[in-house]
Structure formats: structure tokens, C-alpha cells
């Protein structure tokens, strides 16, 4: 964030009496994570905001201080709806347009009298913000939340609350420091945030060690279910919803199954089919290493985006006919694969 960036945020907060923050729907580690810290960094300048997520959140995010006193917009629509609209300041973090809260919070920013703040690693920021604070090389929005608070020379103001919220975050988003986007800067504000009390030990293990029994089942048929395709350095998983079903999927359950393509030698591209049936809908991740622009094909193909080496998709074909889709662009695609 610039020096002018901090002025003009510094001059909205001090008009700001109902301050909002939202971050993307199905939020991730880094979205509640950069949420949490935004409102404690908040907190420490004088001002309360709320953050409101469009849909509910996975449990190995639940412990995270303060996510209880986050408000689920599926579950309290009419009260979320009067609190958007009588905002005055919204924060949007870790999304670029508003179509990533859902349809029904798209309307409702959309048509907010308030002034927006984004804060965002995403490519290609849509235009609505106020102050733009976008920036596709930070390796997290916890990172750039962190960029903020340095800049209000707030850092001493970190608390250990707080540094869990925007450790938990950094450590997600970049596979726990190992994608492209881990700066020598990264690794420094995660030595800024231990240094304010956050656990790296206990946080590794709240987000990675809280597997239920079923889950490891779902990773193992899913892991079974590995199609790869040696030619176009390919790997994907197809998850149907009766398997979901089958081991009581509930909501983060599949989160993280789509890297285990990565882990095969020579394999550059992994994706991850899931049904929804529910939505009707195929749900699409995408992964890569290297050149291999993911966002681009998700954007161009399935209707989604994301970064360069991760980013989601849908599909509202059947499994069948999505996987068989996907199969044939890989054909087109296989110069861009090095294949
Ligand atoms: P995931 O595969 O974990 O759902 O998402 C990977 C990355 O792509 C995340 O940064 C996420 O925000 C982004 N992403 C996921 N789904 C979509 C989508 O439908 N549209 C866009 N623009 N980005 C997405
Ligand atoms: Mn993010």
C-alpha cells in the first residue's frame, strides 16, 4: 500500500462509522485469516467492523480467535442485508469482482452507498474500489494485510490473536511456503508475526493435524480415483457426489486433495473434479508448476480464474462430459505443457 493509499485510507476511516468486511465465498485460509486480521488491526485504530462471509467456512478454520463472532450470510440474510446496506466503508478482501460472494451479496455490493477498500492478490481487479490495494506477486491477502499495518506503523500493535489470524493465512495460501509467489519478505513478516506471539506449531497442527477418520477415507478413494495422463503431464480426480456421500463429506473435506497430482514426477498440471448435486454443477480446481497459466484455462474454459498456478472452475455438464472436454483441450494445450 503507498503513501497516498494510507492518507486516503486514514481519511475514510475517520468519516467510517459502519465498517463492513467481506471476503469471497466458500473462504479459504487466507480469506478468513486476512479478515480476522484486518478487523484486529481495525480494532487497534478505534474502529469496530463486522465481517460478514457469504457462506459458511470449513472447521479447520473455526478455531481460529474471533471466527465465531463471524456472521455467515446463507444463515443470517436479512440481518447481513441491513448491515450492507446501512455501511458506510467495506473492505473486500482476497477477491477481485464482486461475482466471487454469489449472486445474492454481488446485488447487495453492488448497490451500497458505501466507499470500497479493496485488498487483494488476484489478477485483474475489477474497478469498483475506492482505494485499489491489488497487488498478483503477494503471496497472500494476509501478507498485504500485514503490508497495511507496517504502513500505520502499527506492527508493535500486533497482537498474538492477530498474528494467528495473518500467520494462518501466509501458511495456506502458499502451500506452507512452498508455491512461487514465498518471498525472503514472506518468511520475514512470518518472523514479524511470531515474534508478536503467534504458534507456528499449534497453528500447523489445528489447520493440518484435525483429519476425521472419514476424510482419510474420501483422500483414499479419491487418490484411486487418479486418472494420469503421462503424455500431457496431467494428472486429475474425478469425486462423484454419491463417494462424497459414501464418507460424510462435510464442507473442507476435499481441500488440499487436488495438489497430491503435483507430487508425481514430471507432472505439471493437477486438477480436481468434485459433483455438487446439490448446485447441479461440476466444481473445478486447477493446479500447476511453472509457466503453465491455470487462471488463464480456468478463465478461458470452465468459467472461473484464480492465480497462475492455482485457481477454480465449474462445469454444468455431467462428470462424464466435463472430464471428457477437459481431455480434449488437453490436446490443444500440449505445447503450452511442454508435452
Ligand atoms: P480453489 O481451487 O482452492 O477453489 O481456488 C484456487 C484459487 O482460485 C483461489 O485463489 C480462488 O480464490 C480462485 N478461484 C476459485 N474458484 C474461482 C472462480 O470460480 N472464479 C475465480 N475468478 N477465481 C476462483
Ligand atoms: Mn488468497
Redesign the pocket.
Known amino acids: 500500500m503507498n503513501t497516498t493509499q494510507v492518507k486516503q485510507l486514514k481519511a475514510l476511516l475517520a468519516k467510517a462509522k459502519n465498517i463492513i468486511i467481506v471476503p469471497?465465498k466458500?473462504p479459504?485460509g487466507d480469506a478468513i485469516g486476512s479478515t480476522l486480521g484486518l478487523q484486529r488491526f481495525l480494532a487497534s485504530q478505534g474502529h469496530d467492523a463486522q465481517i460478514i462471509v457469504p457462506n459458511d467456512f470449513p472447521k479447520f478454520l473455526k478455531w481460529i480467535p474471533g471466527s465465531k463472532d463471524i456472521l455467515i450470510f446463507e444463515y443470517q440474510q436479512a440481518h447481513c442485508k441491513s448491515l450492507i446496506e446501512n455501511a458506510d466503508l467495506i473492505f473486500t478482501l482476497?477477491?477481485?469482482?464482486f461475482s466471487?460472494t454469489g449472486q445474492q451479496m454481488e446485488a447487495l455490493l453492488t448497490n451500497a452507498k458505501a466507499k470500497f477498500v479493496m485488498i487483494d492478490h488476484?489478477q485483474q481487479p475489477a474497478d469498483y474500489a475506492d482505494i485499489t490495494y491489488s497487488d498478483t506477486s503477494m503471496s497472500s491477502t494476509c501478507e498485504m494485510v500485514y503490508n497495511v499495518v507496517e504502513a500505520f506503523n502499527a506492527v508493535a500493535l500486533i497482537s498474538p490473536e492477530m498474528a494467528t489470524s495473518l500467520y494462518t493465512g501466509i501458511l495456506t495460501d502458499t502451500g506452507s511456503f512452498k508455491y512461487r509467489s514465498t518471498t525472503s519478505r514472506t518468511h520475514r513478516v512470518i518472523a514479524s508475526l511470531l515474534d508478536q506471539g503467534a504458534e507456528g506449531t499449534t497453528i500447523n497442527q489445528n489447520i493440518f493435524d484435525n483429519n476425521s477418520p472419514s476424510r482419510l477415507h474420501l483422500l483414499g478413494t479419491a487418490l484411486n480415483n487418479l486418472v494420469i495422463l503421462q503424455e500431457y503431464r496431467t494428472a486429475f480426480i474425478t469425486m462423484t457426489q454419491e463417494e462424497l456421500d459414501k464418507h460424510n463429506y462435510t464442507k473442507g473435506d476435499t481441500e488440499g486433495f487436488?495438489n497430491y497430482g503435483l507430487t508425481l514426477e514430471g507432472i505439471i498440471f493437477a486438477v480436481i473434479f468434485i459433483e455438487n448435486k446439490e448446485e447441479g454443477i461440476i466444481?473445478i480446481?486447477?493446479r500447476s508448476v511453472g509457466d503453465f497459466s491455470v487462471n488463464q484455462f480456468?478463465?478461458k474454459h470452465f468459467?472461473?480464474?484464480?492465480?497462475d498456478n492455482?485457481?477454480?472452475?465449474?462445469s454444468d455438464d455431467s462428470m462424464e462430459a466435463t472430464v471428457t472436454k477437459f481431455k480434449k483441450l488437453l490436446e490443444a494445450y500440449k505445447t503450452a505443457l511442454h508435452a
Open positions: 469471497h466458500n479459504d482476497d477477491f477481485n469482482h466471487r488476484h487436488v466444481k480446481s486447477f480456468a478463465r468459467n472461473g480464474g484464480g492465480h492455482a485457481a477454480g472452475g465449474r
